[in-house]
């Protein structure tokens, strides 16, 4: 009876452990605040009640129980001035310019007739990628062949008209109305040819004995297909794309520069970058040119980059990279890294304000370097910075807003 009675009082404080351990546990997923981004200089000290009395968090803010605070395994370090190293660390994306990126359409409606391209072909410049047709073109062909059997005529006829007039067997009126006759078929001539040419059909070329409806879509450079929109006897307009040509020979990076660095960077400078899914693959670039804009709201501006080996099969336009720029060693209020977080705004970091109470910060001008974090402007030293689960708060605040806003 003795050893029944042990056995469950055990197993009842086991029990009671446990429960005590989930709940906890769970509550570090559940709503203590809001992670709405601020600037440094909102003090976040106006708490709410909620219908029960019980003080909630300010929006920027997230609250943790003791037992909440040791299940997120938060580590933090103390703002203070160290030297930043030698490279500053910038986020960046690879681009390609506007102009070596075409989206085809068709000049005119017409069918389609045939496609000779797939998507992720090589093609060449002036190769022919879709055939069309239309019965309008035929019109076209023909309206060029008459008029320039007439301006053949016209031509003729003003140089016998000129002669009559030397000879005064007949009025200057008919040679002026000649004259004018013939400019006139002289521009119809012209946008006739402009048209033909728009179609890459060639007037010279054209045979009164076998005209075709036919005319080709034509890469404007040399590169990769992208897209393929179109398949025969399909019906377009102007306006439907056909297929996308990209020129990856002049694919460049692009990284935002925070505004306290504009004095480093120069152009010329060369950079390292690596691609962020493929960290071990590194190439090499400089610095071409610098923008002139700022950036308002991140305090940074956009520094353009050349690639020497642009044109590895590996490299993408859209890919994000992390590139490493050697600056001057200086003295920066800075943490350990592992406290900036990205977000659509710029970087966030959280700060603790005393135990178990956390906020959610936007930082302006901050970076990473090596293995440091710089704070940026309007940051004061001494302040205490997560530098480890960081990630764990930020998603807390996630579920704590849409919690607040449910209810």
Known sequence: MYNFIYHK??????????????????????????????????????????????????????WLTPIQESL??????????????????????????????????????????SVRVKEGERVSQGQVLIWLEHPDILELQKSYLENSAKLTFL???????????????????????????????????????????????????????????????????????TSVNAFPGQFTERTGELVGVLDLSHMHVELDLPESHLPQVQPKMPFSFSLTRFPERVFDAEVFSISRELNMERRTVRVHGHIEREQDPLLRPGMSVLARLPIKSAERLSVASGALMQSDSGWVAFQKLT?????????????????????????????????????????????????????
């Open 9 to 62: 009082h055990n197993s009842s404080v086991h029990d009671r452990l446990l429960w005590v351990f989930l709940m906890s546990f769970s509550l570090i997923f559940t709503a203590c605040g809001s992670g709405s981004e601020v600037d440094t200089d909102q003090s976040g000290d106006s708490n709410s009640v909620d219908s029960s009395g019980a003080a909630t968090p300010p929006a920027d803010e997230v």
């Open 155 to 225: 031509e003729a006829e003003t140089g016998r008209q000129e002669q009559l007039v030397q000879r005064q067997a007949t009025d200057r009126r008919t040679l002026e109305q000649s004259r004018s006759d013939y400019q006139s078929a002289l521009a119809q001539r012209a946008s006739l040819r402009a048209q033909l040419q728009r179609l890459h059909i060639d007037p010279a070329r054209i045979d009164p004995k076998q005209l075709s409806g036919d005319f080709p879509v034509k890469s404007p450079f040399s590169g990769y297909i």
């Open 355 to 407: 135990s178990g109470r956390y906020r959610k910060v936007r930082l302006k001008g901050a970076y990473m370097s090596g293995s440091l974090d710089v704070l940026g402007e309007g940051i004061e030293g001494g302040t205490v910075w997560v530098i480890q689960g960081a990630g764990r708060l930020g998603a807390q605040a996630l579920v704590g807003n849409e919690t607040k806003g449910g209810q």
């Open 72 to 113: 997120a395994d938060l580590a933090t370090d103390t703002a203070c001035l160290r030297v930043v190293g030698d490279e500053l660390l910038l986020n960046g994306v690879l681009e390609v310019p506007p102009q070596h990126h075409a989206r085809l359409h068709a000049p005119i409606p017409a069918f389609v007739k």
